[in-house]
């Protein structure tokens, strides 16, 4: 009897990570600018911590004393990796949790993050996951929430993904967005059908007007960029879909770039 993996991820509570550390009035009064936070967890923890290139420590990993702009975050730890672009606010501590797999699919997690405004905003990937916020069902994501200040539960589901809860505070005066990944079912994972590939078709990179080509996480122009490749690079086709093609890089990193800027190579004779 196959086991179908049906379970709710342990819900994480950031409530108490999520806050603002320094007051208007300080900036004001005693021409203090504020700095920004970040407070980084892992699955396993101990991943070494890389911020724009540089080693900072490993998970977990928290530091108030940053610069408010975007970052680099990188996380490794033997076989696991991941890595995203984070934009640190004045006064405020970005939440980062992620639980790390070799498999992209598995992998999972979020990022909470606070900008002036009110209610709260909530993406995943995939999208059109339903939105359930103490308790309470809003439809799908992405959403705008009206939401008062104060902490919540938010649980996401979608069909063949885990279910994931996160439970944070949202302050008086900000909107808090929660961009959330989930991993695929175990069920899912196992019920995919692989075809037999008799020859393996290449794709060639063609001119761009940047001089390389963008790699991201999914066939949309809203996906994370997860590399980038030259003009006349070799990659691997590994499907095709509309407007985009899945390919596989010469590191074995695997995402999607633009149908339009890459050519197929033609088999020899």
């Known amino acids: 009897m196959k086991k179908v993996l049906v379970r709710l991820l342990i819900v994480i509570s950031l409530a108490a990570l999520l806050i603002r550390f320094s007051s208007t009035a300080e900036e004001l009064i005693l021409g203090i600018k504020p700095k920004s936070g970040i407070s980084i967890q892992s699955t396993p923890d101990g991943a070494e911590v890389f911020l724009n290139g540089k080693n900072v420590g490993k998970t977990p990993y928290d530091n108030k004393e940053l610069e408010a702009k975007e970052y680099l975050v990188d996380l490794r730890k033997e076989k696991y990796e991941w890595q995203g672009k984070i934009k640190l606010v004045d006064g405020v501590i970005t939440v980062v949790n992620r639980d790390l797999s070799t498999d992209s699919a598995s992998q999972a997690g979020e990022i909470l993050t606070?900008?002036?405004?009110?209610?709260?905003?909530?993406?995943?990937?995939?999208?059109?996951?339903?939105?359930?916020?103490?308790?309470?069902?809003?439809?799908?994501?992405?959403?705008?929430?009206?939401?008062?200040?104060g902490e919540h539960t938010v649980l996401l589901t979608h069909s063949n993904y885990l279910k994931r809860s996160?439970?944070?505070?949202?302050?008086?005066?900000?909107?808090?967005?929660?961009?959330?990944?989930?991993p695929l079912s175990e069920a899912d994972l196992t019920s995919i059908s692989t075809p037999v590939i008799t020859q393996t078709p290449e794709v060639i990179v063609k001119n761009t007007p940047t001089g390389f080509l963008r790699v991201r996480d999914k066939p949309s122009t809203a996906g994370r960029e997860i590399s980038q490749v030259k003009v006349g690079e070799t990659l691997i086709l590994l499907e095709e879909q509309t407007g985009w093609d899945r390919v596989r890089l010469s590191d074995n990193t695997e995402g999607f770039v633009s149908s339009s800027y890459v050519e197929k190579k033609e088999s020899s004779p």
């Open 114 to 149: 606070l900008k002036k405004g009110k209610g709260m905003t909530v993406v995943s990937n995939p999208s059109d996951a339903d939105v359930e916020v103490d308790g309470k069902i809003y439809g799908k994501t992405p959403q705008t929430l009206d939401i008062s200040p």
């Open 166 to 182: 996160i439970k944070a505070n949202l302050p008086e005066g900000f909107n808090l967005t929660v961009s959330v990944d989930l």
